[in-house]
């Protein structure tokens, strides 16, 4: 199993497409960077786990789901994306490192590749080399770039975890 760790905020949204946007409505998603993350699916077949904050709202139980997750769950849903899981939820001061190293010790099937995208610096350590940093206040979050280096880490050969 290939894997995108994916934040919300910075990468799937930026500060001038938070100028731009409707606040009356459920727009906090700019669905043009949907369109890089589906790219990155076709391309390696990774499935997506949530780690954005906005994880405590989308459940993989519709039921569950508050009104904001189910906004992301239909708004990815657009693009033919579907979040497949979520990061533990250690609290606002746990750090996003250690809640992904604890989802990849306790997923139960193997994991092959991954790639971390997020626009924050956190103790990434041995994960470095997968993380994509992205920026919310130069770019628009997500840009092609990080496309291709995504691709290119989730399908590199011979790099298993």
Same mark, same amino acid.
């Given at each position: 199993?290939?894997?995108?760790?994916?934040?919300?905020?910075?990468?799937?949204?930026?500060?001038?497409?938070?100028? $731009?946007?409707?606040?009356?409505?459920?727009?906090?998603?700019?669905?043009?960077?949907?369109?890089?993350?589906?790219?990155?699916?076709?391309?390696?077949? $990774?499935? =997506?786990?949530?780690?954005?904050?906005?994880?405590?709202?989308?459940?993989?139980?519709?039921?569950?789901?508050?009104?904001?997750?189910?906004?992301?769950?239909?708004?990815? $849903?657009?693009?033919?994306?579907? =979040?497949?899981?979520?990061?533990?939820?250690?609290?606002?001061?746990?750090?996003?490192?250690?809640?992904?190293?604890?989802?990849?010790?306790?997923?139960?099937?193997?994991?092959?590749?991954?790639?971390?995208?997020?626009?924050?610096?956190?103790?990434?350590?041995?994960?470095?080399?997968?993380?994509?940093?992205?920026?919310?206040?130069?770019?628009?979050?997500?840009?092609?770039?990080?496309?291709?280096?995504?691709?290119? =880490?989730?399908? $590199?050969?011979?790099?298993?975890?």
């Amino acid at each position: 199993m290939k894997v995108i760790f994916l934040d919300l905020d910075g990468v799937l949204n930026s500060r001038a497409y938070d100028r $731009a946007r409707n606040w009356e409505e459920l727009t906090y998603i700019d669905e043009t960077r949907l369109s890089l993350v589906k790219e990155i699916t076709d391309a390696t077949g $990774a499935v =997506i786990v949530f780690t954005s904050t906005w994880r405590v709202d989308w459940d993989k139980d519709p039921s569950k789901r508050d009104e904001d997750g189910r906004y992301i769950a239909d708004t990815f $849903a657009l693009y033919g994306l579907e =979040i497949h899981d979520k990061t533990p939820d250690r609290g606002l001061d746990a750090d996003r490192g250690d809640e992904i190293r604890e989802w990849l010790k306790n997923v139960d099937q193997p994991v092959e590749s991954f790639v971390i995208i997020d626009d924050c610096v956190y103790d990434w350590g041995d994960m470095r080399d997968n993380f994509i940093k992205t920026s919310p206040y130069i770019g628009r979050g997500l840009e092609s770039e990080h496309v291709q280096k995504a691709i290119e =880490i989730l399908n $590199a050969i011979g790099d298993k975890i």
